[in-house]
């Protein structure tokens, strides 16, 4: 990793996962909030700028989530 890249996207995304998982512990499983993070996480995989994905996916899959419980 090149140090002024910071971590790498896919790191992120657990980041985004674990956070979530933690905020919606007592509601749902960690498993259905890894299938709702990585859903939110799709259309972006493949974008050549990444600044900003954590942050979309991140604000996705809470939405989705809320709607769930």
């Known amino acids: 990793m090149n140090v002024l890249e910071g971590p790498d996207l896919d790191q992120q995304v657990d980041e985004v996962v674990n956070d979530l ?6 509601r749902l499983s960690p498993e259905r909030v890894r299938e709702h993070v990585m ?20 604000r996705i899959a809470r939405s989705s989530l809320r709607r769930l419980v």
């Open 21 to 26: 998982a933690r905020e919606f512990e007592r």
């Open 39 to 58: 859903l939110a996480y799709s259309p972006f995989k493949d974008s050549r700028i990444t600044t900003f994905v954590p942050l979309l996916t991140r």
